[in-house]
């Protein structure tokens, strides 16, 4: 009987090596960009439409004191910058996808500001997680600058992501927890105004 369950063991093993070796490897499920767009509630709203975006989170980049709070960083005095990291399938959306989304919901056009928000934690920047998605965004700002429907020369910074530290919990979400909040304040910001006059209607 011992000698039976031996031989059904060992064939149970050998089996699962076969199998394991047959099964071929799984391509990559997910993975993050890093966008800094001004105000992270627009961002996150912005990019939670683009299908195969799985997650948004606000937060802070680009700085250099640990696990900053919006106060420490809207003070300008960390170098952090507002940003939204996100986690995207790339099977249903590719990276230069997003990147173009980008381009399209921020003013590439000014320094250390978007629309009514002033400062450096403002200011467009993309952080970059390999070589692969800096080479895809050095392509994206050559075609930019080629086919760009302003005058203005493109200021928005490309650089190495750093350490991303989420924001607080109120504002994750916001626009979805604070609907009328948000909605008076990207009008009266003139966000969506200055966006078509850029780029154009949608």
Request: proline share 4%.
């Amino acid at each position: 009987m011992k000698h039976h369950f031996a031989k059904l063991a060992a064939g149970a093993g050998l089996w699962a090596l076969v199998l394991a070796a047959a099964t071929p490897v799984l391509a990559q499920t997910t993975a993050k960009a890093t966008f800094a767009g001004g105000c992270f509630w627009c961002v996150e709203a912005d990019f939670d439409k683009v299908q195969g975006v799985l997650s948004t989170t606000s937060g802070y980049i680009g700085g250099t004191v640990p696990n900053p709070t919006y106060k420490q960083v809207t003070s300008g005095k960390t170098g952090h910058t507002e940003a939204v990291e996100i986690v995207f399938d790339p099977a249903k959306v590719s990276y230069a996808a997003l990147v173009n989304h980008f381009w399209r919901t921020i003013d590439p056009t000014t320094q250390d500001r978007q629309f009514c928000d002033v400062g450096f934690a403002y200011r467009t920047a993309i952080f970059t997680h390999d070589a692969t998605q800096a080479a895809v965004v050095r392509q994206s700002l050559e075609t930019l600058e080629k086919t760009k429907p302003f005058k203005e020369p493109i200021v928005t910074v490309v650089l190495p992501a750093t350490t991303f530290y989420p924001a607080e919990g109120y504002h994750q979400d916001y626009y979805k927890k604070n609907a009328v909040r948000y909605a008076y304040y990207r009008a009266s910001c003139g966000r969506d105004a200055r966006l078509e006059q850029l780029w154009g209607k949608r």
